[in-house]
């Protein structure tokens, strides 16, 4: 199959399209874990977790962002950040009227961020 000009210009957009998407996915994915980060942050401040928790929290958070930020130097990490911080603040305002109790919410973030930074250490290491 031979592709003439138009072929080929499609094909470039198209792949220049799908490396903006992941770039995009990038940034999406880092910003969640810094919100669920800065939930266990909160959360032990609270005592909904303990300081042993938090710090795990901390390494993994260390080793998520490490791996986002190696597969696209171009995040904005103090934007994500301030997004971050809006994040958790509205899921803990959700999480209050729903009457639960923040434990719950508090532990599924800290699992996430172990799950994740767990996910991604065979990647990492092979780089």
Not at 2 to 15: D, I, Y
Not at 56 to 83: G, N, P, T
């Amino acid at each position: 199959m031979r592709l003439g000009a138009r072929g080929w210009s499609l094909a470039v957009c198209l792949v220049l399209m799908s490396a903006g998407a992941f770039a995009s996915n990038f940034s999406a994915s880092l910003k969640n874990y810094y919100a669920q980060f800065e939930i266990v942050v909160a959360c032990e401040e609270q005592a909904q977790l303990s300081e042993a928790e938090a710090d795990a929290a901390e390494a993994a958070m260390d080793k998520i962002e490490s791996y986002y930020l190696k597969k696209d130097a171009s995040i904005d990490k103090d934007h994500l950040l301030d997004l971050a911080e809006a994040d958790r603040d509205e899921g803990f305002r959700i999480m209050g009227r729903s009457g639960g109790g923040l434990r719950p919410y508090c532990r599924q973030s800290l699992r996430d961020l172990l799950m994740k930074a767990e996910e991604i250490a065979p990647v990492a290491s092979e780089h």
